[in-house]
Nanobody, 121 residues
Framework: QVQLVESGGDSVQSGGSLRLSCVASGLTFSRNYMGWFRQVPGKEREGVAAIDSDGTTIYADSVKGRFTISQDNAKNTVYLQMNSLKPEDTRMYYC???????????????WGQGTQVTVSS
């Protein structure tokens, strides 16, 4: 059974930083695509960043240069380092396991429960 557990969400001031973590179990971590998504209640889930087993990464335009996705295969963990946070980054953040290096939720099969990030101005 695949399980994903996110952590690291918090409330920060604009310009601050956070690092989100997602620990995966029940899958061969290094053979999958891992992604971070975010969502405001009532709106569609938005792709933020994704990484493949070779370390190739993609990012949404809104976070390029500010967010960095990385993974530690030995720890079955994927990270999202978020710098220069803005109030519009306030969302619930989810990690997911997918089948392609894309930022569309339809390509992801398993999801964590989410961790809340709140950025105040």
């Amino acid at each position: 059974q695949v399980q994903l557990v996110e952590s690291g969400g918090d409330s920060v001031q604009s310009g601050g930083s956070l690092r989100l973590s997602c620990v995966a179990s029940g899958l061969t971590f290094s053979r999958n695509y891992m992604g971070w998504f975010r969502q405001v209640p009532g709106k569609e889930r938005e792709g933020v960043a994704a990484i493949d087993s070779d370390g190739t990464t993609i990012y949404a335009d809104s976070v390029k240069g500010r967010f960095t996705i990385s993974q530690d295969n030995a720890k079955n963990t994927v990270y999202l380092q978020m710098n220069s946070l803005k109030p519009e980054d306030t969302r619930m953040y989810y990690c997911a396991v997918g089948r392609a290096l894309l930022l569309r939720p339809i390509f992801y099969n398993y999801w964590g429960q989410g961790t809340q990030v709140t950025v105040s101005s």
